[in-house]
């Protein structure tokens, strides 16, 4: 799990660098995407959000609500996230 928090802090470092001044409004994440993210946990079978929150189990209903990517793939979409909201200011 303790990838999730190195693939957090290298998403803050890799952020936008602009010479332009930043937008007039701005809306902090938690008001723009409420989303959760899972990780996979093969000791207890299933996906949670950190070691100690509950596992949703792969025979559960909530799991066939779920999208699973790679760690590589999640990373290059955050990485393409970031490079558009850099281009697009």
């Excluded at 299933?46 to 070691?51: K, R, T």
């Amino acid at each position: 799990m303790r990838w999730v928090v190195l693939v957090y802090f290298m998403n803050i470092l890799a952020g936008c660098q602009t010479l332009q001044p930043a937008p007039k409004q701005q809306y902090p994440i938690s008001q723009i995407w409420a989303g959760k993210i899972y990780v996979g946990d093969s000791k207890r079978q299933g996906v949670a959000q950190s070691l100690l929150s509950p596992v949703v189990s792969c025979t559960s209903v909530d799991f066939d609500r779920m999208v699973c990517m790679s760690l590589e793939d999640y990373t290059a979409l955050m990485q393409y996230f970031i490079q558009s909201a850099c281009v697009n200011q």
